[in-house]
């Protein structure tokens, strides 16, 4: 461990500019895309569920 | 060998009755080299400096022009998928329109450029040294752009598509090319550059015409 | 041993991958979470301070990583592709279609952790170095990869000619680098020497080899969890659609 303060930590001896804007980069990209991959991945189940429940609901109407 | 032949006569033939296609390419590459010189101003030195890369940066968009048009018109009216039925193999109808398609808009940019080298104070070696270069990679650039023409066949925004496809795969010949120009004006041997242009162009006329016909059959399912 | 290929083929179909799928994913992404926490343990607090580039190399630790997810997952999404060509099994078409976004987003995190390393390192943002250009390049291919599935209705047209240009691009890399590599020895004066890479500790290596399983296992996970996504939307009006969904 060779950081003495949480601030030393933060300065990353005077790059950090740099060190945190890759970082942060690849955080901020790499938590977005598997979050809207999954929204896309929910909404065509949404969408898929929603469709069965009509179809289901026709049935019905139908048999009544 | 017939088939292609008669391949190549016909689109040179389909191509000569409508001028204004093939003059268009050809006036855009003169337009864009002499637009350079304008935005950049006079001095030899700089444009001497500059006039390989904008002289096949200028070959490399000219070629693309004509492209979209390469199978467009024999697909729209059914004679892709007639030769597709024909007993000849379609790689080879392929090839000669690919050849036919150099001829157009690849072969009047070779034997414009050491015109248009003159605008950038080349001396006699260099433009000698250009129109080789260029006659080596204009051929190689019809090859790999088929490839993106009959990919992008009937596809939305076709022609955008096609450049952002096939740019890409230009830039070695645009390196080779220009590089051999610009090793020889400053006093190197372009024959590494251009045997590395050649052989490029080897490797894509025995791959290119296959891979054409390959993304053609999927157009046409 | 031909049990085991029916058991293969049985995976390539798209009803029975959709659930194999969604077990893996879990998995993937603890692995790519448990990685990750021990790479960047090692890239801020074990690794040395370098002697030359002060902290300021600690980027290393996502760059290298990202430019060489950039690189496999184009190999990986080619080959997904050609596999769907030769064998006309729909789940490849799919696979190489999930990949691309992916292989785009590390291609591009390459670049911009690139341009952050370079400019405390060499005085600018963007040099034009061989690497550099390449994956500059290699995130065009990715593009117009994406591109064209965008703009071709018909998904198996999507599909096979999608193949098509990643294996011409494939065939195209080796020529792309080494042409880019010649062409910046030419221009050597102009530019500086940037192939002294700083002379690299045992736990360097280390982190950054956590640091490349933690974004493989991501790029899995991920991968995955898209294909999912494209086989219902691609198959949503097939009877198992109806039943796989609770």
């Known amino acids: 461990m060779h950081w003495n303060s949480v601030g030393e930590f933060f300065a ?5 500019l740099y060190v945190w804007g890759s970082f942060g980069a690849c955080a901020v990209l790499m938590i977005a895309e598997p979050f809207l991959a999954k929204r896309r991945l929910s909404e065509v189940r949404k969408s898929l569920i929603r469709e069965r429940l009509a179809d289901e609901l026709e049935l019905q109407q139908r048999s009544q | 060998m017939n088939a292609f ?8 033939l389909l191509a000569l009755r409508r001028k204004s296609e093939v003059l268009t390419a050809v006036f855009f590459f003169v337009i864009v080299t002499s637009l350079f010189p304008l935005g950049i101003g006079p001095e030899p030195v700089l444009l001497k400096k500059i006039a390989p890369g904008i002289l096949w940066v200028a070959a490399l968009l000219a070629t693309l022009l004509g492209l979209p048009r390469l ?22 109808l392929v090839a000669g329109k690919i050849l036919a398609h150099w001829l157009l ?19 006699a070696s260099t433009l000698g040294i250009l129109t080789l270069a260029l006659f080596l990679g204009t051929p190689l650039l019809s090859l790999i752009g088929a490839i993106g023409a009959a990919l992008t066949l009937g596809v939305r925004g076709g022609g955008v ?6 740019l890409p795969l230009y830039i070695p010949a645009l390196i080779f090319g220009a ?24 490797v894509a006329a025995f791959f290119a015409p296959w891979a054409t016909t390959a993304a053609l059959r999927i157009a046409l399912e | 041993m031909r049990q085991s290929i029916i058991q293969w083929f049985r995976f390539a179909s798209p009803q029975s991958f959709y659930p194999l799928a969604g077990r893996m994913i879990p998995w993937f992404w603890a692995s790519a979470i448990a990685f990750g926490i021990a790479g960047l343990w090692i890239s801020f607090f074990v690794a040395p ?31 997904w592709a050609g596999l769907g060509l030769a064998l006309n099994t729909r789940v490849s078409g799919m696979m190489a279609q999930a990949i691309a976004p992916t292989g785009a987003l590390m291609a591009l995190l390459s670049l911009w952790t690139g341009a952050l390393w370079g400019k405390p390192m060499w ?47 494939v065939v195209n890399i080796p020529i792309i680098y080494f042409s880019v590599k010649w062409w910046n020895t030419l221009h050597q004066g102009s530019t500086i020497n940037l192939t002294k890479a700083p002379s690299m500790a045992q736990t360097m290596l280390w982190g950054m080899l956590l640091m490349a399983l933690c974004f493989w296992m991501y790029s899995i996970a991920v991968a995955l969890t898209r294909v999912r996504a494209i086989i219902l939307e691609r198959e949503r009006h097939t009877e198992w659609v109806k039943h796989a969904l609770e």
Not at chain 2, 5 to 10: E, G, K, N, P, Y
């Open chain 1, 12 to 16: 990353m001896g005077g790059y950090a």
């Open chain 2, 161 to 166: 598509l096609l450049a952002l496809l096939v």
């Open chain 3, 49 to 79: 301070t370098d002697a030359q580039q002060g902290e300021g190399y600690r980027i290393i630790f996502v760059h290298v990583p990202a430019s060489w997810m950039s690189m496999f997952l184009y190999l990986i999404m080619a080959f």
């Open chain 3, 123 to 169: 005085g600018a943002w963007w040099v034009w170095d061989a690497r550099l250009t390449s994956e500059l390049i290699l995130f065009f291919l990715y593009l117009g990869f994406m591109a064209l599935q965008a703009a071709i209705d018909d998904p198996r047209r999507a599909d096979k000619a999608g193949a098509i240009l990643a294996l011409v691009g």
């Open chain 2, 5 to 12: 032949l008669a391949t190549v006569r016909r689109d040179l």
């Open chain 2, 71 to 92: 199978f467009a018109a024999d697909h729209v009216d059914g004679t892709l998928e007639q030769m597709a039925l024909s007993p000849s193999p379609l790689g080879l």
């Open chain 2, 179 to 202: 590089g051999a120009v610009e090793a020889h004006i400053a006093g190197l041997d372009a024959g590494g550059h251009l045997s590395l242009l050649a052989a490029m162009l080897a």
């Open chain 2, 105 to 123: 808009c690849g072969l009047p940019l070779v034997l414009l450029a050491p015109v248009l080298g003159l605008q950038f104070d080349l001396d």
